[in-house]
């Protein structure tokens, strides 16, 4: 019975993991949608401004503005969705094609639950650390 029990645990705390997996891509693809939509603002350097909230949706905002409302509201949404739940954004120029760049978006949160419950040897250097990462051409 309580291998059974250790089973049934096993397998909530690997769902657990492949729902944060699933919420963390999920994620970085909205960040990537948002950042092909607002294009001036990537091959401008927005998305390496800091994140701020402004008010977007009831008024109108330069480019760079509105990225910096993107990251603040993804960042939001990562530490709401994944625990210590963090990520970046960067453009830089494709060093194969001058005429695109590169966006990279990555996801980064504690997966340290599962990890614990799968096992893994506390030798790694962070096996809790996770990350998702999405690269495109822009």
Not at 12 to 33: F, I, K, P
Not at 80 to 109: E, Y
Request: aromatic share 6%; hydrophobic share 40%; with cysteine.
């Amino acid at each position: 019975l309580l291998g059974v029990a250790k089973l049934v645990l096993g397998a909530v705390h690997a769902d657990d993991s492949a729902y944060m997996r699933g919420q963390a891509t999920a994620l970085a693809y909205q960040m990537l949608d948002a950042v092909r939509a607002n294009h001036p603002a990537a091959l401008d350097g927005g998305y390496a401004l800091a994140p701020a909230s402004t008010d977007c949706m009831s008024g109108s905002c330069d480019p760079d503005t509105l990225a910096q409302d993107d990251l603040y509201q993804w960042k939001q949404r990562l530490s709401q969705a994944l625990p210590s739940g963090t990520g970046t954004v960067s453009v830089v120029p494709d060093p194969l094609d001058s005429n695109d760049n590169i966006v990279t978006v990555a996801v980064n949160w504690n997966d340290s639950l599962a990890q614990w419950a799968f096992g893994t040897p506390s030798t790694d250097a962070d096996p809790s650390a996770m990350t998702v990462t999405l690269e495109s051409v822009l």
